[in-house]
């Protein structure tokens, strides 16, 4: 039975060998004859971790505060009587078990609050938000991806060797800054070659390809910046996977075929190689939006990240909690999609 | 007719010190199946990859390797991937992952013959079907995987692959070593049929004699990274010339040779680390048959009979084989 | 020891920590409260390396490398507080997860990998915004978003310890579950929890640098990330004071960089069949 959570990908990430006995499986495939259970496991799983989630946002946004109305209040005169309105509006006199079936009903209704700030529901912000952060984010990931792996899979194939050196050093060092440093600094470096905020000039009123050229000129920096943080992520876990499989025999037989180095690892080595690290490349990728929070912030990038770092100058509890929430869906849904795609690709555990 | 494959004083080392394999020399007629026979570190792995040059990077081969006249050690690189799998293939232990476990069989048996012929996919697929029918294995099964099918099935696999060039030459790393009894007697057996049918030369590994000697005209010994002893096997089961040869021989017991029939006797000590110079015999300290000699002389192959060397100083040296 | 010594990527570490850290401890010798507040320094505004301000200065006219001398204070005091936390709470879920792998255990790691599952900038946040501004705040924060890793690395190693035929010695004897705990998995733990130690202040660092700069620190603090904070809204960005931007954001990759090399020599040296 597998394990629920999100624990579970990890340990699909190296499987254990598939069991050879000399006179092991023998006879028909049975590729996709689990699927629809395995994926019906694995939603379950998510569920679960999703609703431990929900938990634990309400906890922290729900009981922790010592009295939420008065961080509402803050800096602003209240009499007493106007914030025991409040309390009673926000049902907060309520017994615990009570506000967090509401709030349950609330947040899987797509109620997300309402924004103190705003003054908007925090659903349609986040609606609106959406948008932006996928675009950077997806921009960034594959960017990351693609460099990550060219580069992981060549240091990895000649590790020790001056590439692979060079590219340690330089994925160390760039994770060892923070990503919001790196982000000012390009800003500073480029100051009048790139636009030094924001996703759109509003000045220029630009519409259609002008827009999308428009965009991408502001896109570049973020992106960037985004890229810089998150591909040696990526060439660490390729290279890993890489150095894996150098000492198989299967490549022995690929040599002995008369295939060249490239060819060998090309169409051997890489594909097996692949397959662990697609589980791992998509479970980053969940971090990949926390990451999108401190870029949006330095650029001034409309996603969610910018309306996060927004909520907290008040701090905006009700879209704070939003955010927390859609953050923390996406990394489950991530996860999730490791799960799927390693199970696809694999034929070893298809047929488990 | 010149021989197909001619070794001459080839020699392994790897850095700093490690002389895996010291001055090996053979011949190899068309057709000719060779056995290739020694305890594990005697260097017969070592010798049959470095052949092909399939060794790690880190080491170094040096000797002559004459596959029909062109030494191989010195030829150029595109020249050595022409010859790999079109004129000498290798079947190697298909029991553990010597197949690539993401792609389906039918596909690895083809992309040698697309390499080195010029034919269709469609083509290289058709004749990949046909090879899996040869050894036994359901042509239908093409698309499957590796760890679908058992241990004997993958070896058969192997051997499927190893013919899709129609090579001269096949090289068998200890093919059949993880399967067991009654499946090996059948690989072993299709193997020798199919090579006898197209008068393919082979050149089989095992640290088993029995295994060897029921399928190979000739036996080379190895011990220490060095040949001891080279001849018919007929000829070495009986009336082995080398004390080592004996003592492998009563190690593995061969079906119908009456003397096997008592048990074997296991023999003393280690054989030597492969970072000693050796001066003289290797397998001088634990030979029941030393003298002071054979620890000091060093011991050149000499005649022992027709087409039997072996390198023992109680083999008196006539002429030179 | 000696084996430590012989890496010269962790000579190189622990060499940047003793200065930083050496200049941490000294800094009140040298640095005065007038320097630090800004309503006390007469320093020329946002001004590029003069005369007297070798790193320039700041808004109030602070000098930078003043201020990034001390920031190592602040910062360093935060990440090492915070990795204390964090590994006090992770060894103890650990060492229990891995000495009652029935139930309790399982929960235990149930519990672990929900945390793991949850995003950690976004909880961090969440946790900090929601428990008021400040350095405690932040200290928290980290502690709970890093705990897992320790916790997992001390329950699979007590899991080790405890397979080990003098544990089990121990048990025949009469001993207790803490003394097990204490006396015979502890010390066997304590080189694992060592490492990750190095790493986990090396992570801490960063973190406390992120949440500072998005407003979650006290404002009055001097920490490397404060300062890019005050740099970044008070317009050092677009004003090009690249001066401003430098000193703290090498300081802490110096930082960071001594104390994951530091680690990885130690982890090298305690474990040699490590492939790096």
């Given amino acids: 039975m597998s394990e629920p959570g999100p624990a579970a990908p990890v340990t699909l990430a190296t499987p254990a060998t598939p069991a050879t006995p000399a006179n092991g499986v023998a006879g028909g495939s049975k590729r996709s004859a689990g699927l629809p259970g395995y994926l019906a496991g694995r939603l379950v799983a998510a569920a679960v971790s999703f609703l431990v989630t929900l938990v634990i946002g309400f906890v922290i946004f729900n009981l922790m505060p010592a009295d939420p109305v008065r961080t509402l209040t803050r800096g602003r005169p209240t009499s007493e009587a106007q914030l025991e309105q409040l309390r009673l509006q926000l049902g907060l006199d309520d017994p615990v078990w009570m506000r967090f079936l509401s709030f349950l009903k609330d947040t899987l209704t797509g109620e997300l609050g309402y924004s103190w700030q705003f003054q908007q529901p925090v659903a349609s912000l986040v609606g609106e938000r959406l948008g932006p952060t996928l675009l950077l984010m997806g921009t960034a990931a594959a960017v990351s991806i693609v460099l990550g792996l060219w580069l992981g899979v060549h240091s990895g194939w000649r590790h020790g060797g001056a590439l692979d050196r060079v590219a340690s050093a330089a994925s160390l060092t760039l994770w060892s800054v923070p990503t919001f440093w790196l982000g000012m600094i390009l800003l500073v470096l480029c100051i009048g070659i790139f636009p030094a905020g924001g996703m759109s000039d509003p000045a220029l009123n630009a519409t259609g390809f002008d827009y999308v050229i428009d965009v991408a000129n502001h896109l570049v920096l973020p992106c960037l910046t985004m890229v810089l943080v998150v591909f040696a992520q990526y060439v660490t876990i390729m290279r890993s996977s890489i150095i894996d499989e150098l000492g198989s025999p299967y490549l022995l037989t690929a040599r002995a075929k008369g295939l060249t180095d490239a060819e060998v690892r090309r169409r051997h080595a890489v594909p097996n190689a692949l397959l662990p690290s697609v589980t791992v490349i998509f479970m980053h990728l969940g971090t990949l939006v926390s990451g999108a929070i401190t870029v949006e912030a330095v650029y001034s990038w409309p996603g969610l990240g910018h309306l996060t770092y927004e909520a907290l100058k008040i701090p905006d509890l009700p879209l704070l909690q939003g955010t927390f929430i859609v953050f923390s869906a996406s990394v489950i849904i991530m996860n999730l999609l490791a799960d799927l795609v390693y199970r696809l690709l694999d034929p070893r555990v298809r047929a488990a | 007719m010149s021989p197909l494959l001619e070794v001459r004083d080839l020699t392994v080392t790897y850095r700093p010190d490690v002389r895996a394999v010291r001055g090996v020399g053979f011949t190899l007629d068309a057709g000719q199946t060779l056995g290739v026979a020694g305890e594990s570190g005697s260097g017969k792995s070592t010798m049959a990859l470095g052949l092909l040059r399939l060794l790690a990077p880190g080491a170094r081969v040096t000797g002559e390797v004459r596959y029909r006249g062109e030494d191989l050690l010195t030829a150029r690189w595109s020249r050595l991937r022409a010859v790999r799998w079109a004129g000498a293939s290798v079947v190697f232990q298909g029991a553990m992952s010597a197949l690539n476990p993401v792609r389906a069989i039918g596909e690895q048996i083809a992309e040698p013959i697309l390499l080195h012929e010029r034919v269709s996919r469609r083509e290289a697929r058709k004749r990949a079907a046909e090879l899996l029918d040869k050894v036994g294995v359901p042509a239908a099964r093409a698309g499957d995987f590796p760890h679908e099918f058992s241990g004997g099935q993958r070896q058969r696999v192997m051997i499927a692959m190893a013919l899709a060039c129609r090579p001269e030459l096949i090289i068998a790393d200890e093919p059949t070593t993880a399967l067991d009894a009654v499946v090996q007697a059948q690989v072993l057996e299709l193997l020798s049929e199919l090579v006898r049918d197209a008068g393919i030369a082979v050149i089989m590994i095992s640290h088993d004699l029995s295994v060897l000697a029921g399928t190979c005209d000739r036996l080379a010994v190895m011990y220490a990274g060095r040949l001891v002893e080279i001849g018919p096997s007929k000829r070495l089961v009986g009336q082995a010339a080398h004390p080592y040869t004996e003592a492998l021989c009563r190690a593995f017991p061969v079906i119908g040779d009456p003397a096997s029939r008592y048990a074997p006797a296991g023999l003393p000590g280690d054989p030597p680390r492969l970072t000693e110079q050796l001066p003289g015999c290797a397998f001088a300290p634990r030979c029941p048959h030393a003298g002071d000699a054979c620890r000091t002389e060093p011991v050149s192959l000499r005649p022992a009979g027709p087409d039997h060397l072996a390198a023992c100083l109680r083999v008196p040296e006539g002429e030179p084989a | ?276």
């Fill in chain 3, 1 to 276: 020891m000696r084996a430590l010594l012989k890496r010269p990527a962790g000579l190189a570490g622990l060499a940047v920590l003793a200065v930083l850290g050496l200049l941490a401890l000294a800094a009140p010798l040298f640095i005065g409260p007038d320097q630090l507040d800004v309503t006390r320094v007469d320093g020329p505004r946002l001004s590029p390396p003069v005369d007297g301000y070798p790193l320039g200065t700041d808004q109030a006219g602070r000098s930078i490398l003043l201020l990034t001398i001390w920031g190592a204070r602040e910062s360093l005091a935060i990440g090492l507080i915070a990795t204390v936390l964090t590994v006090l709470l992770g060894s103890a879920v650990g060492l229990l997860a891995g000495h009652y792998p029935g139930r309790v255990g399982n929960a235990l790691m149930h519990v672990t990998d929900w945390f793991i599952a949850l995003p950690s900038l976004p909880l961090a946040i969440s946790l900090s915004a929601v428990l008021g501004q400040g350095a405690a705040s932040i200290t928290i924060a980290i502690a709970v978003t890093s705990w897992t890793a320790t916790a997992r690395l001390v329950r699979a190693q007590t899991l080790a310890v405890e397979a080990r035929p003098f544990v089990e010695r121990a048990r025949a004897l009469g001993a207790g579950n803490a003394q097990i705990m204490l006396r015979q998995v502890l010390p066997n733990v304590l080189p694992l929890i060592l490492v990750s130690s190095t790493l986990t202040v090396a992570s801490a660092i960063l973190s406390e640098a992120t949440l500072t700069f998005l407003g979650l620190g006290d404002p009055t603090s001097v920490t490397w990330g404060a300062m890019l904070q005050m740099a970044f809204s008070g317009g050092a960005v677009t004003a090009g004071a690249w001066w401003y931007l430098l000193p703290p954001g090498i300081a802490i990759l110096l930082v960071v960089l001594g104390f994951t090399l530091t680690g990885r020599a130690v982890e090298h040296v305690l474990n040699p069949r490590m492939v790096s």
